[in-house]
């Protein structure tokens, strides 16, 4: 008969093998605290000033409630006035044909930068766009400011159309300087010109 050379009685016990915590309850207990923290954030806050043991505060006065701003139905209730005796502007003149200048015996005196242009004076440029509805609301920032301006439509000899939004004119360099200066004081860049 065969033999079990076996121990059988020193047999030791194997260690019971921990069991690892499964992904599921590490996802558990981090949804259970997202929950509990977007719970809190949502929370309203007590009002500053309210009292907390419960009691009523005195009705001191009535908060005025707040009306409903509504712009459209403003505009649509509001009435306009237009002028309608305004005399209508005038026809443009015929321009006279240019007549060769004379040429002059003496030199001419050395231009200073404080005389005015032969039409009267300075032009302050604002900006100069292609589109007219970005001339338009310069024109109307510029408005705010308390600043007149007006719209020219120029056609280049390459056929593009540029829109300039101008100030003035003024009647000498200083006064469009000091425009100008009021311009970049509220962030808007401008070119003093001689009126043409």
């Known amino acids: 008969m065969t033999r079990d050379y076996r121990r059988s009685g020193a047999t030791r016990p194997s260690p019971k093998r ?3 915590r499964s992904c599921v309850w590490w996802f558990l207990f981090g949804a259970l605290l997202g929950a509990f923290g977007a719970s ?3 929370m309203p806050e007590p009002e500053v000033g309210a009292e907390t043991d419960g009691r009523a505060a005195p009705a ?3 908060v005025p409630v707040q009306p409903d701003f509504q712009f459209p139905a403003l505009l649509r209730d509001a009435e306009v006035e237009i002028e309608t005796d305004a005399p209508p502007p005038p026809p443009p003149a015929p321009r006279p044909q240019p007549e060769p200048p004379p040429q002059p015996q003496t030199p001419p005196p050395s231009a200073s930068l404080e005389r005015p242009a032969a039409t ?3 032009v302050v440029q604002a900006g100069s766009f292609k589109r007219n509805a970005d001339a338009e609301t310069l024109r109307a ?7 007149s ?3 020219e439509r120029v056609t280049l000899d390459s056929g593009a159309v540029y829109h300039r939004v101008r100030l003035g004119p003024y009647a000498n360099k200083a006064d469009a300087e000091r425009v100008r200066a009021q311009l970049q004081r509220a962030g808007k860049d401008g070119l003093t010109l001689p009126a043409r």
């Open 40 to 42: 809190l954030y949502w």
């Open 149 to 151: 301006s007006r719209i």
């Open 60 to 62: 001191s006065r009535p």
């Open 141 to 147: 920032e510029l408005g705010l400011l308390g600043l």
């Open 120 to 122: 009267g004076g300075y």
């Open 18 to 20: 921990q069991q690892s």
